[in-house]
């Protein structure tokens, strides 16, 4: 079965400092990957996702991750947060010829000053 | 579009009660999921439907919990009795096709007494 692991349930980050939310997977077959935020009492919002292709995928509101075979994982990056970065970050990850997504813990985004 | 629309947006209700909750999915989408949040577990799969067809409920909990799409464009979730397990924020999402992006709802947050 298909599983996500997103190590680090929360991390505060500098307001301005740049930022890595970490994501690996377990599949066999090539998966398509993807991040969402949720901010307080919201829904999900999709931030990118990747299929094929380039490896290196850019999404919304300067956010980009790498979908790094090898390591199985599929990091997302900002080089400089903005406070109103803070939220809750979801990778998920679904595998074709089947529509279901699975979904990690989820790591919780804290800007400072 | 208005999005998926979940009502209500909250839900207070006394243990052995029977609950009710809507979803409105976005026009045009073939894929309808539940998912039910909680600090515990994550995000969960609850069932989806393809074409108003419920296609896997293995997430399903227990026979308290049962889903149905009448139409393309309204699908509810009914948990009866409900219990104060069942506390949680639960989520409906659509999605145009396969391995497409899933657009979530604002959530239904659900207490049981």
């Known amino acids: 079965a298909q599983s996500v692991t997103q190590p680090d349930i929360h991390i505060t980050v500098s307001e301005g400092a740049s930022l890595e939310l970490r994501c690996n997977y377990s599949?066999?077959?090539?998966?398509?990957l993807f991040w969402y935020v949720q901010s307080p009492g919201q829904g999900l919002q999709l931030l990118l996702k990747?299929?094929?292709?380039?490896?290196l995928v850019q999404g919304i509101k300067g956010f980009e991750a790498e979908f790094k075979r090898s390591q199985s994982s599929f990091n997302l990056r900002k080089p400089s947060v903005h406070w109103s970065d803070a939220a809750e970050y979801f990778c998920?990850?679904?595998?074709?010829?089947?529509?279901?997504?699975?979904f990690g813990t989820g790591t919780r985004l804290t800007i400072i000053p | 579009d208005a999005g998926v629309i979940q009502s209500p947006r909250h839900e207070v209700t006394e243990m052995g009660q029977e609950v009710t909750l809507r979803c409105k999915p976005i026009?045009?989408?073939?894929?309808l999921f539940w998912y039910r949040q909680t600090m515990m577990r994550g995000l969960e799969l609850l069932i989806y439907?393809?074409?108003?067809?419920?296609?896997?409920d293995s997430g399903m909990p227990e026979d308290r919990f049962s889903a149905k799409m009448p139409n393309a464009s309204f699908s509810t979730l009914k948990i009866q009795p409900s219990e104060p397990r069942d506390s949680a924020v639960y989520f409906c999402?659509?999605?145009?096709?396969?391995?497409?992006?899933?657009?979530f709802g604002p959530g239904t947050r659900l207490t049981v007494l």
């Open positions: 999402a659509s999605s145009i096709s396969t391995y497409n992006e899933q657009f």
């Open positions: 599949y066999g077959a090539t998966p398509y």
């Open positions: 990747y299929f094929s292709g380039d490896t």
């Open positions: 998920a990850v679904g595998n074709f010829g089947n529509e279901k997504l699975t």
């Open positions: 026009s045009g989408h073939d894929y």
């Open positions: 439907f393809n074409n108003n067809v419920p296609i896997d």
